[in-house]
């Protein structure tokens, strides 16, 4: 591939998710799992300023036996909440069957790492959303996935038609393991580089640890990520998904100070 474009600092999606001097924040818990947990979560995340919030009904779960998500009843959990707090949705398509679904409750479509290189949910998507300007995707790129591979991923929904695809460094598997991955920085510059695609950072699943999030945050800033998307949690110990690495409720609320100077010395504002 050509290495020799500037970076691409000024890239938007056309349904607002991603604008020009612009540093977008989506928080959230990783799992909605009842009215009650999702609505308190989601409620930091307006208090705190945030238009995203982020909340998984179809979860990936390594192992068959942990707690898979509550499905279309985590999706009408997610829509009713979101739709009461002026909040936009994020959330987690696993499967074809419910791209339809997902689309009705949720402006923005997420594919999970585990589903990166899954082309046919990728071509599917794709062509689900095309003719849809409101509806986006965010890519997580796959934890064992060059850089190269993910937008040839995101390249897949594209030419299905796809729009308003955001890409997602979200931590690669490598032999370290005081982190759950490794957070590869480079990659967002590169991937900028290479695409005129948005690139946004998780550090949330990238770090698995909740005190290297912010800091993790104020680098991707500094790596001309165009935003963020982490995991936060009104109770964090009691979370029944990603519990080590959910912001609390304090440190949700104490991000954007924590970004400003950084996001200023970039020519962004955090939204
Ligand atoms: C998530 O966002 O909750 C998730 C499972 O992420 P990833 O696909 O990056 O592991
Ligand atoms: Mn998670």
Redesign the pocket.
């Known amino acids: 591939m050509d290495t020799t474009h500037g970076v691409k600092t000024n890239v938007s999606t056309n349904n607002g998710m991603i604008r020009p001097n612009a540093f977008r924040v989506v928080a959230g818990p990783?799992?909605v799992e009842s009215y009650d947990q999702f609505a308190a979560s989601a409620k930091v995340v307006k208090q705190a300023g945030y238009e995203y919030v982020?909340g998984?009904a179809f979860?990936?779960r390594t192992s068959p036996y942990s707690f898979q998500g509550l499905g279309k009843e985590g999706l009408e959990i997610l829509s009713e909440v979101s739709n009461e707090l002026g909040l936009k949705a994020v959330t987690?398509v696993l499967d074809p069957q419910d791209i339809d679904a997902v689309m009705e409750h949720a402006p923005i479509l997420?594919i999970?790492?585990?589903n990166m290189a899954n082309f046919s949910l990728l071509k599917a998507i794709g062509s689900a959303i095309s003719g849809s300007p409101e509806h986006g995707v965010i890519l997580?790129r796959g934890f064992a996935a060059t850089v190269e591979e993910w937008i040839l991923a995101a390249e897949y929904i594209t030419s299905a038609g796809g729009d308003n695809v955001v890409l997602?460094e979200?931590g690669i598997r490598t032999f370290e393991t005081s982190t759950r991955f490794t957070l590869d920085l480079s990659a967002v510059i590169v991937a900028k580089r290479l695409t005129d695609l948005p690139v946004i950072v998780?550090p949330s699943?990238a770090a698995g640890r909740r005190d290297l999030v912010v800091p993790l945050s104020k680098a991707s800033v500094a790596a001309e990520a165009d935003g963020l998307?982490v995991?936060s949690h009104h109770e964090p110990r009691d979370a029944l998904?990603?519990a080590e690495q959910a912001l609390p409720s304090e440190a949700l609320m104490g991000l954007r100070d924590a970004l400003r100077p950084f996001a200023n010395a970039m020519g962004r504002e955090v939204v």
């Open positions: 990783c799992t982020r998984g979860k990936p987690e997420q999970g790492a585990r997580k997602c979200r998780d699943h998307i995991e998904c990603d």
